[in-house]
């Protein structure tokens, strides 16, 4: 499977510890589609439909329902966790996206 930025992709993140976001559940490409390319691992930040609107996490709408995309938990995974692929985000929950990570990570 091609794995592009801003992909949203179902993964298993099970074995966890403590706080971290686990069980089966969508997730969307952080890393760049040069590393994806040629790495087998990627950079994602988990999906979630049950949080509070936190500054670091961007509401979204995918599958008719509402959920956040938690960037305070970015990780990175190995390919073979990817189960599939579920679409892409829209151009402007894109630019919501870049902007909590520029303003949490860079700024």
Not at 10 to 18: K, R
Not at 37 to 61: C, F, G, M, W
Not at 83 to 88: I, V
Request: hydrophobic share 35%; glycine share 2%; proline share 5%.
């Amino acid at each position: 499977m091609e794995i592009r930025q801003y992909q949203i992709i179902l993964v298993n993140l099970e074995q966890t510890n403590g706080s971290e976001i686990k069980k089966t559940r969508p997730c969307v490409v952080i890393s760049p589609d040069e590393m994806n390319d040629h790495l087998r691992t990627v950079v994602i930040a988990p999906i979630t439909t049950s949080s509070k609107n936190y500054p670091t996490r961007a509401e979204i709408q995918h599958d008719n329902k509402a959920g956040w995309i938690v960037l305070d938990q970015i990780r990175t995974i190995d390919k073979q966790r990817i189960l599939k692929d579920l679409g892409k985000l829209p151009k402007s929950e894109i630019k919501e996206v870049k902007a909590i990570i520029k303003e949490t990570f860079v700024d």
